[in-house]
């Protein structure tokens, strides 16, 4: 079964620091990748999806990146803000449970001091 | 524009009372699912729906039933809640499973 892990499961960074989220997933036969951010007590925004047949995608200061073959993801943050301070969640939908949506890692929390 | 509602957002209730909280999309979308985060457990698949009168279990059916009759409504329905139901929800919506999932504002749910 699809296993979501990420590291390290929080962070306190400095603004201005760049910085990288860590994603990994036991089951390599995925379809694409998500990121998403929570702010606390909030729902779910949509970062970046990475096809399977990608390897990264941009958005802004955001860079994710997806190997496949080694079941990693990164989420790359150039430059942070305070306002970049969330909670990051990666998910996958697994290829092979019929049905299932997404599996979720527990999240990054992430801290931006000014 | 395109959204995904949940209402309520907030719902203090007791043991027993049946409610349900709904969820309406207007993208469209084939997809339906429900999910609950629950504190070090992360967010866990409820139901999922892949088309009306579609719908099939995800990782944590328990004390759950939902229902789906139109293809932009997709209720969460729990029939007589317990406090290990005290959660905050999530409602989904997509073109399907391996497209990108719109989430909903979430709903708080107090069982005491």
């Known amino acids: 079964k699809q296993e979501v892990t990420q590291i390290p499961a929080a962070l306190s960074v400095p603004e201005g620091e760049n910085l990288v989220l860590n994603c990994s997933f036991t089951?390599?036969?995925?379809?694409?990748l998500q990121w998403f951010r929570q702010d606390p007590g909030k729902g779910l925004t949509s970062l970046l999806l990475?096809?399977?047949?990608?390897r990264e995608q941009t958005s802004g200061r955001l860079n994710a990146s997806l190997d496949k073959s080694s079941g990693r993801s990164t989420l790359y943050i150039a430059a942070s803000q305070p306002g970049d301070s969330a909670t990051y969640l990666c998910?996958?939908?697994?290829?092979?449970?019929?049905?299932?949506?997404?599996?979720f890692g527990k999240g990054t929390t992430l801290s931006v001091s000014s | 524009e395109a959204q995904v509602t949940q209402n309520p957002r907030y719902l203090i209730t007791v043991t027993g009372k049946k409610l349900t909280v709904t969820c309406s999309q207007n993208?469209?979308?084939?997809?339906m699912s429900w999910y609950r985060q629950d504190p070090g457990l992360g967010l866990r698949q409820i139901y999922y729906?892949?088309?009306?009168?579609?719908?099939d279990k995800g990782d944590v059916p328990e004390g759950y039933k939902v229902s789906r009759k139109e293809k932009r409504n997709f209720p969460l329905i729990l029939e007589s809640p317990s406090p290990n139901q005290t959660s905050l929800y999530f409602c989904?919506?997509?073109?399907?499973?391996?497209?990108?999932?719109?989430f909903g504002p979430g709903t708080r749910l107090t069982v005491t």
């Open positions: 989904a919506s997509s073109v399907s499973k391996f497209y990108e999932q719109y």
């Open positions: 089951d390599s036969a995925i379809y694409n």
């Open positions: 990475i096809q399977s047949s990608q």
């Open positions: 998910a996958v939908p697994p290829a092979n449970q019929a049905g299932t949506a997404l599996i």
């Open positions: 993208m469209n979308h084939e997809y």
């Open positions: 729906s892949m088309n009306v009168e579609v719908t």
